[in-house]
């Protein structure tokens, strides 16, 4: 991998992470001393730049990694004792190619 895409991958794997850290804020709102108006306000703001930083660290570091992120994510596979390693590492393209005759084939 080259330097410059290496530091943009790495760029998109760090919006993906801040991306999710911003998404779990808004559970701390309601702990504000401000009005419910200004709360609410705090809580869209805070959700619409968490899916912007997600959409920038997904061009960034690329589709096949932001599946990847979102599948560590999924919380039906923390506890999940599965043998499939495509299951557990949220792999859709691996489990699309096993299911789909004609990328197999190719």
Known sequence: MPPKRKSTFKL?????VVSTLIWIAPLLV???DVNGKTKLAITA???VIAEILFWAG???AGKEAAK???GYLNPKTWFAGTKDPNK???NEAAREEETDP?????
């Open 58 to 60: 997904v061009f960034f």
């Open 12 to 16: 998109g794997i760090i919006l993906l």
């Open 68 to 70: 990847r992120f979102r």
């Open 88 to 90: 557990k590492m949220g």
């Open 102 to 106: 004609q990328r197999r084939d190719s």
């Open 30 to 32: 309601p702990f504000l």
């Open 45 to 47: 703001v805070l959700l």
